[in-house]
Every structure is written in C-alpha cells, then in structure tokens.
C-alpha cells in the first residue's frame, strides 16, 4: 500500500476513533476498531487487554528495537464544547472531536508508518507497535503493563503532538501528600499552635524553595502547593493542615532523590510522595533518531507535560503531529495536514535510521 493511501485510512480511522468513546480504562471499543486496521493490512498483531500490538514481518531477536507508541484513551469532554466531542467534524482543514490532537493524531500516524515497513526485509531495528490504554490516568493496564510481555524495546519513539519538533526531554512528575500539624482547640480560646497558622511559613519554605540542579533542556524542577484542605467548622481550630503538593522533576534529579530531599528538608511535619514511578526522561541529542530529525530541520525541545514517556527506562523520543497547547481543550482539533506531514516526516525519519 502506498504512503497516500495510507495517509487516507489512517484520517479515517481517526474519524471512527473519535466517534468511539475511549476514556480510560474503557477503551475496550477503540481498541476493537484498531483490530480491524491490522486485520485488513494483513499484519499479526495481539491484544493485552485494551492494549493492541504488534511487531514487524521479520523481526530478528538479534537486532535492537524501536517502539513506536501512542494511546488511544482520552479525557473526558469539558463543559465548554461547543461541537459533539463524540462527532468527527472536518471544517476549514481541521478535523475536530475528542482525542483528535491528543493524541488520535499521534497514534493513527504511527500506525500508517508502522504498516509501511512492516515488510520491509533487513532493518537495521526491529519496529513494535503498541496502541496503549490509560495513558491520560497513568493507570496500571497501560503501556506500564505491556513492558514485560513484548519484546526487549532499546529506544523509543513516543506519539504525543510535538508539532512534529523533536522533545528529547520530559520532566516527571511526583505528588506529594503533607501535613502541618497543631493544636486543636476552641477558636475562642489563646492558641499559639495554630496549624493555619503554622501553615504560613511552611507555604512560603515551598515557594522560595530552589532546587540546585538546571537541566539544559528541562530547565529548573517546578514545585506547587495545589492543595490545601483544614477544619471542619468555624469555631474550632483544626488538629491539622493537608496540602498537595505538585513537583515536576527535571532530568538531573530521580523521582527517589527528589523525595528523599523533601523528606528531609521541608518544614511539614509529615510529606509523603503517593508514587516515584513517573520519572523524567531523556534522549541523548547524539542518538541517531535525533541527528537524523535535526537533519531534516526538526527543532529540538524539552517538554513540561507527561506521558508514557514516564514508564519507559531505555531512551525515548517525543514526536508527534498536532499541538500540546490544544490537549483537553474544548472543541480539540487537529489539521488534516498535520496528519499528512506527520505521517511523511515519521517515515523519512525511520528511513534515515532502520532501513
């Protein structure tokens, strides 16, 4: 099949995606229809759960592998559409619907690039394919799930819209719970405890708060208080304060070492991390993926926002059509012609490094 019919059935199949719902953890119905792409291509594919894969025609255990992944889960529509987030709308070039750009886009790209060499004899990679599940909820039967049962993955290409730049770095992500303790009393009583009170300085400790450590492409570790929850009534002074707090942790520091730092040096009587497995991540700007993308004038970046970049342990790209900027928007849309370009930019780049 050649690369504009390609193009063509892979804009189709965003249409029946995007009419298909596929929030996290139900994706049950997409994946369905990502079946009957592989079934008419004539390619062997399998499906773990939501999860549907597969790997090249010759794939040769003794060469190294290139994952190509996107999801195919979305978030749930905002209040503020205007136009049926469950209707494929195609006006003045772009294609409108829910998971369009985030990341439809992205994932029927990949696939049309994945058919086009799936024949192709001595690659230098092998190439897997995997259309995940639950990437928006970070959920356990994603991409996470997947690492064990394919094949040993040595790079990877990740489809999230980058508008076709390069993102060779991606910060992590830990939530922090704390707490700021007091004494709980009468409000019309003295109380030199005050746990709102308390609160003040501990608020200020994690504003001033800068972490030493720059990373050239991620920039500084961005840490936020996004929570705060304490009493229940007016006239009774809370035993306790409960913050959240956001931390986005570049590629200089692990998810472990951020948490130990915090353990150790804020002013919070309690802070504990919920989980330390969504690290940053990185590709070094000499691998051949990159030099090969910055060759075909691709700009290079780091990127604040998360993905299932976070799972992945061996290097691993950001690169995708459409634009971050519209993800969970209301009324998302992606142009017909980013696909196209997408689609054309992923196979030169693939034929740059694997064949």
Same mark, same amino acid.
């Given at each position: 099949?050649?690369?504009?019919?390609?193009?063509?059935?892979?804009?189709?199949?965003?249409?029946?995606?995007?009419?298909?719902?596929?929030?996290?953890?139900?994706?049950?119905?997409?994946?369905?229809?990502?079946?009957? &792409?592989?079934?008419?291509?004539?390619? *062997?594919?399998?499906?773990?759960?939501?999860?549907?894969?597969?790997?090249?025609?010759?794939?040769?255990?003794?060469?190294?592998?290139?994952?190509?992944?996107?999801?195919?889960?979305?978030?749930?529509?905002?209040?503020?559409?205007? *136009?049926?987030?469950?209707?494929?709308?195609?006006?003045?070039?772009?294609?409108?619907?829910?998971?369009?750009?985030?990341?439809?886009?992205?994932?029927?790209?990949?696939?049309?690039?994945?058919?086009?060499?799936?024949?192709?004899?001595?690659?230098?990679?092998?190439?897997?394919?995997?259309?995940?599940?639950?990437?928006?909820?970070?959920?356990?039967?994603?991409?996470?799930?997947?690492?064990?049962?394919?094949?040993?993955?040595?790079?990877?290409?990740?489809?999230?819209?980058?508008?076709?730049?390069?993102?060779?770095?991606?910060?992590?992500?830990?939530?922090?719970?704390?707490?700021?303790?007091?004494?709980?009393?009468?409000?019309?009583?003295?109380?030199?405890?005050?746990?709102?009170?308390?609160?003040?300085?501990?608020?200020? &400790?994690?504003?001033?708060?800068?972490?030493?450590?720059?990373?050239?492409?991620?920039?500084?570790?961005?840490?936020?208080?996004?929570?705060?929850?304490?009493?229940?009534?007016?006239?009774?002074?809370?035993?306790?304060?409960?913050? %959240?707090?956001?931390?986005?942790?570049?590629?200089?520091?692990?998810?472990?070492?951020?948490?130990?730092?915090?353990?150790?040096?804020?002013?919070?009587?309690?802070?504990?991390?919920?989980?330390?497995?969504?690290?940053?991540?990185?590709?070094? %700007?000499?691998?051949?993926?990159? *030099?090969?993308?910055?060759?075909?004038?691709?700009?290079?970046?780091?990127?604040?926002?998360?993905?299932?970049?976070?799972?992945?342990?061996?290097?691993?790209?950001?690169?995708?059509?459409?634009?971050?900027?519209?993800?969970?928007?209301?009324?998302?849309?992606?142009?017909?012609?980013?696909?196209?370009?997408?689609?054309?930019?992923?196979?030169?780049?693939?034929?740059?490094?694997?064949?």
């Amino acid at each position: 099949m050649g690369l504009e019919e390609l193009t063509a059935n892979a804009i189709s199949l965003l249409k029946k995606l995007i009419e298909t719902q596929s929030f996290s953890s139900e994706e049950d119905q997409t994946a369905a229809l990502l079946e009957t &792409w592989f079934i008419a291509s004539n390619i *062997k594919y399998n499906r773990t759960k939501n999860n549907v894969w597969a790997v090249n025609k010759h794939f040769d255990n003794g060469k190294p592998t290139l994952l190509l992944n996107s999801h195919h889960d979305t978030v749930k529509p905002n209040s503020g559409y205007t *136009k049926n987030p469950f209707k494929a709308i195609v006006e003045d070039g772009k294609l409108y619907g829910l998971g369009s750009n985030d990341a439809g886009g992205c994932l029927v790209s990949l696939i049309a690039t994945f058919t086009y060499f799936y024949e192709t004899e001595n690659l230098k990679y092998n190439l897997i394919i995997v259309a995940s599940a639950e990437e928006e909820s970070s959920g356990p039967d994603g991409l996470n799930s997947m690492l064990s049962i394919i094949p040993k993955v040595d790079v990877a290409i990740v489809g999230e819209p980058t508008l076709m730049n390069l993102a060779v770095a991606e910060k992590g992500l830990v939530v922090f719970d704390a707490e700021v303790h007091g004494t709980a009393s009468h409000a019309a009583h003295p109380n030199n405890n005050n746990a709102i009170y308390n609160t003040i300085d501990v608020l200020k &400790w994690f504003k001033d708060f800068k972490f030493s450590k720059t990373s050239q492409a991620l920039g500084d570790v961005k840490m936020t208080v996004t929570q705060i929850n304490a009493g229940k009534q007016h006239n009774a002074i809370p035993a306790d304060v409960k913050l %959240v707090i956001d931390v986005r942790v570049n590629d200089k520091y692990t998810n472990q070492e951020v948490a130990d730092l915090l353990i150790a040096n804020s002013p919070c009587d309690k802070i504990t991390p919920r989980s330390l497995r969504l690290n940053s991540s990185s590709i070094p %700007v000499d691998h051949e993926l990159v *030099k090969a993308g910055i060759d075909m004038g691709r700009e290079t970046y780091g990127s604040p926002t998360l993905s299932d970049q976070a799972v992945l342990t061996c290097p691993s790209l950001k690169l995708g059509p459409g634009d971050s900027t519209r993800s969970h928007t209301a009324d998302e849309f992606i142009y017909i012609n980013e696909i196209e370009e997408g689609i054309k930019i992923y196979v030169e780049l693939l034929n740059r490094v694997i064949v």
